[in-house]
């Protein structure tokens, strides 16, 4: 199948997009001090099943992974990066949680992350997050016909290394569609004028992982899904499913 869709599967991938942000701005709102990870999954579960829409990430299997995903949401908490599990773990004050969301509705995905501090935010971790929001924010802005993928990647990893910050080099976005994860790769870091050209009907998530000290190491915890940052500093994950179209890039997750 092609990589690149009509505007009419544009149009449901929309849909999808908007039963995971619908989820993910549940799962912001119940978020406080004293909450759990796992009270956090079952808003998104809800939301989800409450659109007719079925969880992307539960019971995901890459090759890579010794386990299937245990959750409808990964949830990041401080020095976890991405692929966190929503557990029984109570949020406390000043944590910096990162939620990533995926919804198929119809047999076309979605897929999305925020992060954001619980209760009193400390100034460091929320300019992290919004450094992260700024690189997301660079990565669509070049989503666009005339660009390649080269300058796409350069516009994030060049929005976190200037901010300072530590960036998962080796993790990034992809093509997204009837499945979460298609090709092509859409890297954090890259040259601009290289990789392949974005054409019209492209549709990917683009998805920066910043993370605080700017070291950019990182390892897996034993629960063989969560990353953890080497240097134990906090990071924070944000993502869109983007379609490039004639008339720019459409953001795809918005409520
Ligand atoms: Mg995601
Ligand atoms: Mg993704």
């Known amino acids: 199948m092609s990589m690149l869709k009509t505007p009419d599967q544009i149009s449901m991938m929309r849909e999808a997009g908007r039963v995971v942000a619908n989820a993910l701005a549940a799962v912001r709102e119940h978020a406080d001090v004293g909450v759990s990870l796992k009270e956090l999954d079952e808003v998104a579960a809800d939301v989800i099943s409450g659109a007719g829409a079925k969880p992307a990430f539960l019971d995901y299997h890459p090759r890579w992974a010794a386990l299937p995903f245990p959750g409808v949401i990964c949830a990041s908490v401080n020095d976890a990066v991405v692929h966190g599990i929503p557990d029984g773990y109570v949020l406390q004050d000043g944590d910096l949680l ?26 460091a971790d929320q300019a992290l997050i919004d ?9 669509i802005e070049a989503a666009r016909v005339g660009n390649k993928m080269g300058d796409l990647a350069y516009a994030i990893g060049g929005e976190a290394k200037r901010a300072g910050y530590g960036l998962l080099a080796d993790h990034g976005g992809h093509g997204i569609g009837r499945t979460m994860h298609a090709e092509p790769p859409v890297p954090n870091i890259g040259r601009p004028g290289r990789g392949i050209k974005l054409q019209e009907g492209l549709v990917i998530a683009i998805e920066p992982m910043l993370i605080l000290g700017g070291k950019d190491d990182y390892y897996h915890d034993d629960d063989e899904w969560t990353l953890r940052s080497s240097s134990g500093n906090r990071a924070a994950h944000s993502e869109h499913t983007v379609a490039i179209t004639a008339d720019g890039p459409m953001i795809l997750t918005l409520p």
């Open 98 to 123: 990162s939620v990533d969301c995926g919804a198929f509705l119809e047999g076309w995905c979605g897929d999305a992350a925020i992060s954001f501090v619980v209760g009193t935010a400390d100034p």
């Open 131 to 139: 450094a992260t929001d700024a690189a997301l924010a660079r990565g």
